[in-house]
């Protein structure tokens, strides 16, 4: 797979490594099975490779070569679903992993004691809220798309807590339909 970067771009080196040869620079990697590891190396950033797919090669290469992390912030303090609660059953748990484990930076913010979304966020998640948002909390949300920037509403039902005014600005209108996969099993 390497190979075939190699041979779009001469910005991509292959070097193979024997640990027990250089344990020093396989130190500094934190090279440590015996079977053998991938890790991508730029301009000092470097990025271990779980699985060796394109996709993973690519993401880890997107991941050493980005400038700054993206920081993601998820609302709270409407009963939202917990980012921390591992075992919880609505727990955003393997999603706040997923997106670390992508170089974002994962947030929470709780717009009720600081009005101002900060510059760095990348997108505001408002994951299931339970409880209503006050108007002083929409208003810095639509400050927040007005400024060109992403948010994504996660909804459990058609109840909105508050942010029908948003949606409404948005265009957008609740349904009561359903996403659901069918199963064809023995």
């Known amino acids: 797979m390497v190979k075939q970067y190699e041979d779009i771009t001469n910005k ?7 640990i027990n040869e250089r344990p020093r620079l396989a130190l500094d990697y934190g090279a440590n099975k015996g079977s ?7 301009k000092g950033s470097k990025n271990r490779i779980e699985n060796y797919s394109e996709q993973d090669f690519t993401n880890a290469i997107i991941k050493v070569t980005r400038k700054h992390k993206k920081t993601i912030y998820f609302l709270e303090g409407h009963g939202e679903r917990s980012l921390d609660d591992e075992k919880g059953e609505g727990s955003l748990f393997g999603f706040k992993q997923l997106l670390e484990k992508n170089s974002y930076t994962v947030e929470t913010i709780n717009l009720t004691s600081s009005l101002n ?8 998640v408002i994951a299931g809220p339970t409880q209503q948002l006050q108007i002083s909390e929409i208003i810095s949300l639509e400050d927040y798309l007005n400024s060109g ?8 039902e058609k109840e909105t807590f508050g942010l029908a005014p948003l949606l409404k600005k948005m265009g957008l209108e609740l349904e009561t ?4 996969n069918v199963f064809d099993s023995p």
């Open 117 to 124: 979304i900060p510059n760095d966020a990348t997108m505001v």
């Open 12 to 18: 991509v080196k292959f070097e193979f490594v024997e």
């Open 177 to 180: 339909n359903y996403v659901y």
């Open 36 to 42: 053998g590891e991938a890790f991508i190396d730029y």
């Open 149 to 156: 920037r992403s948010l994504l509403i996660l909804l459990d």
